[in-house]
């Protein structure tokens, strides 16, 4: 009985994401100084229609940064609706050869849908392989990104590429791999960091000093 007991809660905690509502909807009550998992639910009879909205997905994100790229995500941040629905969506616009650089979503799996243009996309696998899966998606080509797996999107077209992406999370997080590592606050030890990389510590100064500009500016 104990072993069958164990093999439930294991397989609960394997199939656990966002916690599951257990009513309708519970509406994200920013306003309350209670820390839960979340948000605490509003007061359902002060929900309405505008809780479950959000407008401008339809306007282009400003691409013109280093990068090439912007994400407009929609999350319960800004929908207060989506919590414990454990969805979110995103749109991303990429410039001609811009690129949503190395990252990972810690709580979410990703659905990508190329909406106009050409994206070369992938994701590495864990260790020991750290393989490369990729591939080169045009409009209405759809691909997927597994929970916590460091993945890219490239423009590597000359024209503008816009696509959507839905989220297995009301609140995926995102960890891109670049700031997390060279522009931690406070910095990561150069020396700790140099021989992560094999690199000379000149080289990883000269990394965490752009990274500080480019976050204090």
């Given at each position: 009985?104990?072993i069958?007991v164990?093999?439930?809660?294991?397989?609960s905690v394997v199939l656990?994401?966002?916690?599951s509502?257990?009513?309708?909807?519970?509406?994200?009550?920013?306003a309350?100084?209670?820390?839960v998992?979340?948000f605490?639910?509003?007061?359902?009879?002060?929900v309405?229609?505008?809780?479950?909205?959000?407008?401008?997905?339809?306007?282009?994100g400003?691409?013109d940064?280093?990068l090439?790229s912007?994400?407009t995500?929609?999350?319960v941040n800004?929908?207060?609706?989506?919590?414990t629905?454990g969805i979110?969506?995103?749109?991303?616009d990429?410039?001609?050869y811009?690129?949503?650089?190395?990252?990972?979503?810690?709580r979410?799996?990703e659905?990508?849908?190329?909406i106009?243009g050409t994206?070369?996309?992938?994701?590495v696998?864990s260790?020991?392989?750290?393989?490369?899966?990729?591939?080169?998606l045009?409009a209405?080509d759809?691909?997927v990104?597994p929970?916590g797996?460091?993945?890219?999107?490239?423009n590597?077209g000359?024209?503008n590429?816009v696509?959507?992406a839905?989220?297995s999370s009301?609140?995926?997080g995102v960890?891109t791999?670049?700031?997390?590592?060279?522009g931690?606050n406070?910095?990561i030890?150069?020396?700790?960091?140099?021989?992560?990389?094999q690199?000379?510590?000149?080289?990883?100064?000269?990394?965490?000093?752009?990274?500080?500009?480019?976050?204090?500016?």
């Amino acid at each position: 009985m104990l072993i069958v007991v164990l093999l439930a809660m294991a397989s609960s905690v394997v199939l656990a994401s966002d916690p599951s509502p257990l009513q309708d909807f519970c509406v994200a009550d920013k306003a309350s100084p209670v820390l839960v998992n979340g948000f605490v639910c509003k007061n359902p009879m002060d929900v309405n229609a505008e809780d479950f909205f959000f407008s401008g997905l339809n306007k282009p994100g400003n691409t013109d940064n280093r990068l090439g790229s912007n994400v407009t995500a929609v999350n319960v941040n800004k929908i207060a609706g989506l919590n414990t629905l454990g969805i979110s969506l995103a749109r991303i616009d990429f410039a001609p050869y811009g690129l949503n650089p190395p990252h990972t979503h810690p709580r979410a799996t990703e659905v990508l849908t190329v909406i106009e243009g050409t994206l070369l996309v992938g994701f590495v696998t864990s260790n020991p392989k750290n393989r490369l899966i990729f591939k080169v998606l045009n409009a209405g080509d759809v691909f997927v990104f597994p929970e916590g797996l460091i993945h890219f999107q490239f423009n590597r077209g000359h024209k503008n590429a816009v696509a959507i992406a839905g989220l297995s999370s009301q609140n995926p997080g995102v960890i891109t791999v670049a700031n997390a590592v060279f522009g931690s606050n406070p910095k990561i030890d150069d020396g700790i960091v140099a021989k992560a990389f094999q690199v000379d510590k000149k080289v990883i100064d000269y990394l965490q000093s752009q990274f500080w500009m480019d976050n204090n500016n």
